[in-house]
């Protein structure tokens, strides 16, 4: 699928600059959507800016979501962070993070773009999810974290050209979905970012990370120590200072 990608991304012309001002447009679109309580049709825009998922063979349609999922979770989580705050200032920012990630950052092909596209869409994904259905049935969110955690480490692991990204990319979602269960019952924010999203970011950073720098070549013993040292530590002090009663906070 990436040769195909590269072949109708604009490389110069008219083209380009139509394709920027677009992913420009969209952002403000959906900002002044917000700014006017139309959160479903905002929803709704961000869907079909990626109409050319489904512009080819139907048999072709399920790759294309799931090349196509990262993106998505960002626009759709950047929208609810706009939609949960009558900030206009924060709302503004919010969509300059989102033109940012359209012109900048999502277009990156590189391995360090792809990991950072994918640890953002990780990263979104789930404080939004937490954040806009914290309150929901807990197996709804069983599922969705797995499938949050499922799409951002098959575009990580892919990118490698990993043999076994289907395999990690399960085991990584079913990591996500069980500590889900487990800590659903115990919902706990920080500000916006719950408990699970926490535990789940920090881990799920620390590994990328060592994966990263193995790839490369420059893992080191030490930089595996601190790894795992951080990682170790933030664990514990969220075990450690959680009010662990049968509640939501």
């Known amino acids: 699928m990436r040769p195909l990608i590269a072949k109708i991304k604009p490389a110069s012309g008219f083209s380009r600059f139509f394709h920027l001002g677009f992913n420009i447009f969209l952002p403000i679109l959906v900002f002044v959507l917000v700014r006017m309580s139309f959160v479903q049709l905002a929803f709704v825009v961000i869907l079909l800016s990626k109409w050319r998922m489904l512009a080819v063979r139907p048999r072709f349609w399920l790759v294309n979501i799931r ?15 706009m939609s949960h705050t009558g900030s206009q200032l924060i ?26 596209q994918a640890m953002i869409a990780m990263l979104c994904g789930l404080m939004a999810l937490f954040l806009s259905w914290g309150a929901g049935p807990l197996y709804g969110l069983v599922i969705m974290v797995g499938l949050i955690c ?37 919902l706990l924010f920080y500000g916006i970012v719950s408990q699970p999203a926490l535990l789940l970011i920090a881990i799920g950073y620390g590994l990328a990370t060592l994966y ?17 040292f951080i990682m170790a530590a933030i664990i514990i002090v969220v075990i450690t200072f959680s009010d662990w009663g049968d509640k939501i906070v």
């Open 212 to 228: 990263y720098l193995d790839h490369h070549e420059r893992l080191t013993k030490n930089i595996q120590r601190q790894c795992i």
């Open 150 to 186: 499922y799409l951002s480490a098959h575009h990580f692991l892919d990118s490698f050209e990993e043999p076994y990204t289907k395999l990690l990319s399960y085991l990584w979602a079913y990591f996500g979905a069980a500590l889900a269960w487990v800590l659903g019952h115990w």
């Open 91 to 116: 709302q503004a920012l919010w969509a300059v993070a989102y033109i940012g990630w359209l012109v900048y950052i999502k277009p990156g092909s590189t391995l360090l773009f792809s990991s950072i």
């Open 67 to 81: 090349a196509n999922a990262v993106d998505i979770m960002v626009g759709v989580s950047l929208l609810l962070f």
